[in-house]
């Protein structure tokens, strides 16, 4: 590193000097972060872990946090959850004071892939080690296995690949499709969009005619389905990034005096209760689960990096798929 005093010897300015010698000094502390060791996870209980919701507006949400609270005594863990009411900015501050207050263990699901990554790295510079769960930030900024333990999560691409697979077969490879988005910035809406449109385009017969995002929320999708079945009235197919904003389009096709599952066929991912009863009232054609269930996952890995065993940075969680051939059986798997 050059120091400062050796800048003014070299005769720069005082100003560029100090200016050069932090940036130096900037930029070789955050090389320095990136090729540090990960923190441990101390070999204490209760080890007290920071949990930091994006938000609780629905099912999925609120049973991934269940998860959590439900896993905590059998894992000697103290949680503290957060709930960052749909702002990426909220978690953040969330996360940070989670960092001050100096917790064992962060575990949290990243509500948008690139805001939510300089806290990892501000955690990992604090010694805290991260667990992502559900979602995972752009790896660009921050690696799984480097800069936290690693991410434990479904493979939205692929998700988005089956429903695409599933509503070819049912629409014979002919459709006018809307496409609703989860939230703007979320790997699970980035990668469910990417699996589902590099099938259609596959298909010639397959078009998608608008896509826009209902925030993986109920009403937002209701409203967006609304607006877009005016604009596109001759639409034979919905997919949707969540269950929750396919109930929410059921509601509008229904309003707009149609019927899903006859006149509209509608897949999407979860698998809620909600979703699956949907599903049963032959108004849901699919839906490719998506576990939200990771706390006892978030533990297991825990404890078998706490005891020094490889952890890969990819911890890839399978998903079932449900549709009227298996929805009955499947109903205990609702959430
Ligand atoms: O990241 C997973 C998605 O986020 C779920 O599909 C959705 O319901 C949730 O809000």
New binding site residues.
């Given amino acids: 590193m050059l120091s400062l005093e050796k800048n003014l010897r070299l005769g720069l300015r005082p100003l560029a000097a100090a200016l050069t010698a932090f940036a130096l000094t900037a930029g070789l502390s955050a090389a320095h972060a990136a090729d540090d060791a990960l923190p441990k996870i101390a070999n204490k209980k209760p080890l007290r872990v920071g949990f930091a919701q994006?938000?609780s507006n629905?099912p999925?949400?609120l049973a991934e946090t269940k998860s959590f609270k439900d896993i905590a005594a059998k894992c000697g863990w103290q949680v503290v959850i957060t709930d960052a009411n749909s702002s990426a900015a909220k978690q953040v501050s969330d996360i940070q004071s989670m960092i001050a207050q100096h917790v064992d263990l962060l575990v949290f699901?990243p509500r948008e892939e690139k805001p939510l990554a300089p806290v990892v790295l501000q955690a990992k510079k604090a010694g805290i080690p991260v667990i992502l769960v559900?979602?995972n930030i752009d790896q660009s900024m921050a690696k799984a296995g480097r800069d936290y333990i690693t991410f434990i999560g479904s493979d939205f691409i692929d998700q988005g690949h089956r429903a695409a697979d599933w509503l070819v077969k049912a629409t014979n490879g002919k459709a006018t499709i809307i496409e609703l988005e989860?939230?703007t910035g979320?790997?699970?809406a980035n990668d469910r969009k990417k699996g589902f449109d590099e099938v259609i385009a596959k298909n010639p017969g397959m078009k998608i005619v608008a896509s826009q995002s209902g925030d993986?929320a109920r009403d937002k999708g209701r409203q967006v389905m609304e607006t877009l079945l005016q604009a596109h009235p001759d639409v034979t197919a919905v997919y949707a990034?969540?269950?929750?904003m396919a109930l929410g389009a059921i509601a509008a096709i229904k309003a707009a005096g149609k019927q899903p599952g006859k006149d509209i066929t509608i897949v999407t991912?979860?698998g809620?209760k909600g979703g699956l009863e949907a599903i049963a009232a032959g108004e849901l054609g699919a839906s490719v689960q998506?576990s939200?269930f990771f706390g006892p996952l978030a533990c297991d890995v825990a404890q078998r990096y706490a005891k020094g065993e490889t952890v890969p940075p990819w911890v890839k969680v399978s998903d079932r798929f449900y549709d009227k051939s298996n929805v009955k059986e499947s109903m205990q798997y609702g959430y």
């Fill in positions: 994006t938000e629905n999925w949400r699901p559900d979602r989860g939230s979320a790997s699970a993986f990034h969540n269950d929750e991912i979860d809620t998506s939200p």
